[in-house]
Protein backbone atom coordinates (compact mmCIF):
# COMPACT_ATOMS: atom_id res chain seq x y z
CA UNK A 1 0.00 0.00 0.00
CA UNK A 2 1.28 3.21 -1.07
CA UNK A 3 0.96 7.36 -0.47
CA UNK A 4 -1.71 8.63 -2.49
CA UNK A 5 0.31 11.45 -3.64
CA UNK A 6 4.24 11.68 -3.20
CA UNK A 7 5.11 14.71 -1.66
CA UNK A 8 7.19 17.26 -3.41
CA UNK A 9 11.09 17.48 -1.76
CA UNK A 10 11.64 21.06 -0.37
CA UNK A 11 14.22 23.07 -2.09
CA UNK A 12 16.90 24.86 0.07
CA UNK A 13 18.72 27.68 -0.84
CA UNK A 14 22.91 27.28 -1.27
CA UNK A 15 24.74 28.08 1.87
CA UNK A 16 26.08 32.29 2.07
CA UNK A 17 29.50 31.14 1.85
CA UNK A 18 30.49 28.82 -0.46
CA UNK A 19 27.88 28.54 -2.36
CA UNK A 20 26.93 24.67 -1.62
CA UNK A 21 23.92 23.00 -1.54
CA UNK A 22 25.54 20.34 1.08
CA UNK A 23 26.86 22.64 3.20
CA UNK A 24 23.52 24.33 3.40
CA UNK A 25 21.78 21.01 4.27
CA UNK A 26 24.65 20.34 6.97
CA UNK A 27 24.26 23.72 8.43
CA UNK A 28 20.30 22.96 9.13
CA UNK A 29 21.22 19.14 9.95
CA UNK A 30 23.55 21.29 13.24
CA UNK A 31 20.72 23.62 13.81
CA UNK A 32 19.23 23.02 17.04
CA UNK A 33 16.10 25.06 18.40
CA UNK A 34 16.18 27.29 14.79
CA UNK A 35 19.10 28.93 15.78
CA UNK A 36 20.68 29.12 12.49
CA UNK A 37 23.38 31.58 13.26
CA UNK A 38 24.66 29.51 15.75
CA UNK A 39 25.23 26.08 13.45
CA UNK A 40 26.26 28.45 11.00
CA UNK A 41 29.23 29.77 12.74
CA UNK A 42 29.99 26.13 14.61
CA UNK A 43 29.84 24.37 10.40
CA UNK A 44 32.08 27.28 8.89
CA UNK A 45 34.36 27.14 11.96
CA UNK A 46 35.21 23.27 12.34
CA UNK A 47 35.27 23.32 8.15
CA UNK A 48 38.09 26.20 8.01
CA UNK A 49 39.24 24.94 10.50
CA UNK A 50 40.08 21.00 9.02
CA UNK A 51 40.55 22.16 5.64
CA UNK A 52 43.87 24.46 6.80
CA UNK A 53 44.59 21.20 8.91
CA UNK A 54 44.01 19.10 5.60
CA UNK A 55 45.58 21.32 2.99
CA UNK A 56 42.23 21.17 0.86
CA UNK A 57 39.83 23.79 -0.14
CA UNK A 58 36.70 23.63 2.23
CA UNK A 59 33.87 22.38 -0.16
CA UNK A 60 36.05 20.37 -1.71
CA UNK A 61 37.22 18.39 2.19
CA UNK A 62 33.63 18.68 2.76
CA UNK A 63 32.34 16.29 -0.19
CA UNK A 64 35.15 13.84 0.51
CA UNK A 65 34.28 13.30 3.71
CA UNK A 66 30.83 13.31 2.79
CA UNK A 67 31.94 10.55 0.94
CA UNK A 68 33.64 8.36 3.01
CA UNK A 69 30.92 8.43 5.34
CA UNK A 70 27.85 7.57 3.16
CA UNK A 71 26.95 4.31 3.08
CA UNK A 72 25.95 2.55 -0.14
CA UNK A 73 23.82 -0.87 1.34
CA UNK A 74 21.99 -0.89 4.49
CA UNK A 75 19.80 -3.33 5.86
CA UNK A 76 16.09 -3.25 6.51
CA UNK A 77 13.83 -5.32 8.43
CA UNK A 78 10.80 -7.63 6.84
CA UNK A 79 8.68 -10.24 8.19
CA UNK A 80 8.54 -13.34 6.06
CA UNK A 81 6.27 -15.67 7.74
CA UNK A 82 6.87 -15.77 11.36
CA UNK A 83 10.62 -14.53 11.01
CA UNK A 84 11.97 -11.49 10.78
CA UNK A 85 14.95 -11.03 8.04
CA UNK A 86 17.46 -8.57 7.78
CA UNK A 87 17.36 -7.67 4.01
CA UNK A 88 20.25 -5.46 2.47
CA UNK A 89 19.05 -3.08 0.38
CA UNK A 90 20.66 -0.18 -1.82
CA UNK A 91 20.13 3.33 -0.46
CA UNK A 92 19.21 6.24 -2.33
CA UNK A 93 21.60 9.10 -3.17
CA UNK A 94 19.62 11.28 -1.24
CA UNK A 95 19.35 9.22 2.03
CA UNK A 96 22.99 8.43 1.25
CA UNK A 97 23.94 12.05 2.33
CA UNK A 98 20.98 12.57 5.22
CA UNK A 99 22.72 9.35 6.97
CA UNK A 100 26.50 10.52 6.34
CA UNK A 101 25.44 13.93 7.50
CA UNK A 102 23.61 12.21 11.17
CA UNK A 103 26.46 9.96 11.50
CA UNK A 104 29.04 12.69 11.30
CA UNK A 105 27.23 14.67 13.47
CA UNK A 106 26.60 12.22 16.35
CA UNK A 107 29.92 10.87 16.38
CA UNK A 108 31.67 14.82 16.36
CA UNK A 109 28.84 15.08 19.71
CA UNK A 110 30.29 12.18 21.28
CA UNK A 111 34.03 13.01 21.00
CA UNK A 112 35.96 15.22 24.27
CA UNK A 113 37.34 18.24 22.65
CA UNK A 114 35.85 21.43 23.90
CA UNK A 115 33.10 22.81 21.75
CA UNK A 116 31.14 21.77 18.55
CA UNK A 117 33.18 23.17 16.51
CA UNK A 118 36.33 21.28 17.52
CA UNK A 119 34.96 18.08 17.83
CA UNK A 120 33.42 18.64 14.42
CA UNK A 121 36.84 19.68 13.24
CA UNK A 122 38.51 16.67 14.42
CA UNK A 123 35.71 13.78 13.17
CA UNK A 124 36.09 15.26 10.13
CA UNK A 125 40.14 14.88 9.99
CA UNK A 126 39.55 11.17 10.69
CA UNK A 127 36.70 10.37 8.24
CA UNK A 128 39.85 12.16 5.87
CA UNK A 129 41.93 9.63 6.85
CA UNK A 130 39.24 6.79 7.25
CA UNK A 131 39.32 6.72 10.47
CA UNK A 132 36.84 7.49 12.92
CA UNK A 133 33.69 7.18 14.92
CA UNK A 134 30.99 8.04 11.56
CA UNK A 135 33.70 5.71 9.08
CA UNK A 136 33.11 3.11 11.45
CA UNK A 137 29.28 3.11 11.08
CA UNK A 138 29.46 3.07 7.44
CA UNK A 139 31.80 -0.04 7.53
CA UNK A 140 29.88 -1.50 10.02
CA UNK A 141 26.73 -1.17 7.91
CA UNK A 142 28.30 -2.32 5.15
CA UNK A 143 29.63 -5.74 7.14
CA UNK A 144 25.88 -5.86 7.87
CA UNK A 145 24.51 -6.29 4.69
CA UNK A 146 27.27 -8.53 3.73
CA UNK A 147 26.51 -10.65 6.50
CA UNK A 148 22.82 -11.01 5.61
CA UNK A 149 23.01 -10.83 2.04
CA UNK A 150 21.77 -14.74 2.05
CA UNK A 151 18.20 -12.83 2.71
CA UNK A 152 18.55 -10.46 -0.34
CA UNK A 153 16.07 -12.47 -2.51
CA UNK A 154 13.28 -11.41 0.04
CA UNK A 155 13.64 -7.65 -1.22
Known sequence: ?????????????PDVKYQSMLVAKFVNQIMERGKKSLARSIVYGAIEKAAEKANLQPVELFEKV???????????????????????????????????????????AKRSEH???????????????????AVKKCIDTKKMADANQAFAHFA
Do not use: F, H
Open 66 to 108: IDKVKPYVEVRSRRVGGATYQIPVEVKSDRQITLAMRWLKAAA
Open 115 to 133: GMANKLCGEMLEAIEGRGE
Open 1 to 13: MSRRRVTKKRQIE
